[in-house]
């Protein structure tokens, strides 16, 4: 899997580029290129500019105009850049024209996540699991490869026929390797499927949410346990599940992988056991960052890929992380002009989320311990409340147990 990280060489500067078209807003174009800033620094990579323009849907040969690819080759060629990475999937064309022009790598938002996920994955279901959505990601980009793909044969299968070229060379040699792979997580998903039901007949808890959230914070402090947590993207990849016991009453805790916008498609059809965590669920526990600028977008991300994974609604909880980080610049007096979200208090939030949320959202740090112990309660009665309708000779136990309380 290695021959196909993309972003080798560390502290490499890039360039970053976006649009601003009908769908996208200045605004939002402009939030995204930091998350794209991020993702890159995540990578190892050293953003140094960005880039935006103003047009009504992406030129279908160069993604920018003539005039901006300009710009953009005469700033990397007078400060000695390598690289540029654009916020959206570039098409095959679109990338063999961007390269003709500038001479420079290209990377486009799919490849950088890809190579992220590539660098992340510790265990050998998760380095499948990337390796095929990066074969999958290539296979209509072989064009553009100067790839030599021998080594990567496996059991001695020669494959070349008499005058084949070498991309039909190497697009056999992907598709029987995306085959091979996809066959090797069948297996797999199977053994994993075997587990969980081994896991016998407790409730399932899973942490759901936008990458970089909190939520290996937050299943550290439930669970007691040293999930790896770090302040970066997709700091985990696989699925952790423990036992955790608030109160009498044991359940089992899942913290899966965060999710983003424009999130590949291949990695979602691939990480599909890892999903299976969240289908399989009785209760989400959705983890929000409320100190974040544009934590709403996030929300409504979280609740689209979760559609995507399965139509069926579960019951959620609406956790709100990061109290500690909020910031807010209230309004002076005399300005009449709307609110916005940089205008608006904690303490407003707070009450339009239980409004609109009732007894199903709470606030919380998880890095400071803030109101844990309300978490746990608010989980211990969603998870019994759960349990007694699956159980329902179970009821008196739990009468007794509040009684003695």
């Known amino acids: 899997?290695?021959?196909?990280?993309?972003?080798?060489?560390?502290?490499?500067k890039a360039v970053l580029v976006g649009l601003i078209t009908q769908q996208q807003s200045e605004d939002q174009v402009k939030e995204y290129l930091d998350e794209l800033a991020f993702l890159a620094e995540t990578a190892g990579i050293v953003p140094e500019k960005n880039f935006t323009q103003r047009l009504d849907h992406p030129n279908s040969t160069t993604f920018v105009g003539s005039g901006k690819l300009l710009e953009i080759k005469q700033y990397m060629e007078?400060?000695?850049?390598?690289?540029?990475?654009?916020?959206?999937?570039?098409?095959?064309?679109?990338?063999?024209?961007?390269?003709?022009?500038?001479?420079?790598?290209?990377?486009?938002?799919?490849?950088?996540?890809?190579?992220?996920?590539?660098?992340?994955?510790?265990?050998?279901?998760?380095?499948?699991q990337v390796e095929l959505a990066q074969y999958q990601y290539l296979l209509p980009r072989l064009t553009r490869m100067w790839t030599h793909l021998d080594r990567q044969r496996g059991g001695g299968v020669m494959m070349r026929g008499v005058g084949e070229t070498q991309l039909e060379?190497?697009?056999?040699?992907?598709?029987?390797?995306?085959?091979?792979?996809?066959?090797?997580?069948?297996?797999?998903?199977?053994?994993?499927?075997?587990?969980?039901?081994?896991?016998?007949?407790?409730?399932?808890?899973?942490l759901v949410g936008y990458t970089n959230v909190g939520k290996s914070t937050m299943m550290n402090l439930l669970s007691k346990s040293e999930v790896f947590a770090e302040n970066k993207l997709f700091a985990t990849l696989d699925t952790t599940v423990r036992k955790v016991i608030v109160d009498n009453l044991p359940f089992l805790l899942s913290d899966t992988v965060g999710f983003i916008r424009k999130l590949p498609t291949h990695l979602v059809e691939s990480f599909k056991s890892t999903l299976d965590e969240v289908r399989e669920a009785d209760l989400l526990v959705h983890v929000v960052d409320i100190s974040h600028p544009n934590f709403e977008e996030q929300i409504d991300v979280v609740q689209k890929t979760l559609l995507d994974i399965d139509k069926e609604e579960k019951p959620?909880?609406?956790?709100?992380?990061?109290?500690?980080?909020?910031?807010?610049?209230?309004?002076?007096?005399?300005?009449?002009t709307p609110k916005t979200r940089e205008n608006i208090s904690l303490d407003e939030l707070e009450r339009s989320w239980m409004s609109k949320m009732h007894d199903d959202c709470i606030f919380i740090?998880?890095?400071e311990k803030k109101n844990i112990d309300n978490l746990r309660n608010l989980l211990y009665e969603r998870v019994k409340a759960i349990h007694i309708e699956r159980y329902p000779y179970n009821d008196f136990l739990f009468q007794k147990y509040d009684e003695e309380e």
Do not use: C
């Open 1 to 12: 899997m290695k021959d196909f990280i993309i972003s080798e060489s560390k502290n490499e």
């Open 169 to 206: 060379s190497d697009r056999r040699i992907i598709l029987t390797k995306i085959a091979f792979l996809k066959e090797e997580l069948k297996g797999i998903d199977r053994q994993m499927a075997s587990q969980r039901k081994n896991r016998g007949k407790m409730v399932r808890v899973a």
């Open 316 to 336: 959620t909880i609406l956790v709100f992380n990061k109290v500690d980080a909020f910031t807010y610049k209230p309004k002076d007096e005399d300005d009449l």
């Open 78 to 128: 007078d400060n000695e850049i390598g690289l540029v990475i654009f916020d959206d999937e570039l098409s095959p064309k679109q990338i063999r024209n961007i390269e003709k022009e500038l001479q420079v790598k290209i990377l486009d938002r799919t490849s950088l996540i890809l190579d992220i996920f590539a660098m992340r994955a510790q265990t050998a279901y998760a380095k499948t």
């Open 365 to 367: 740090s998880a890095k």
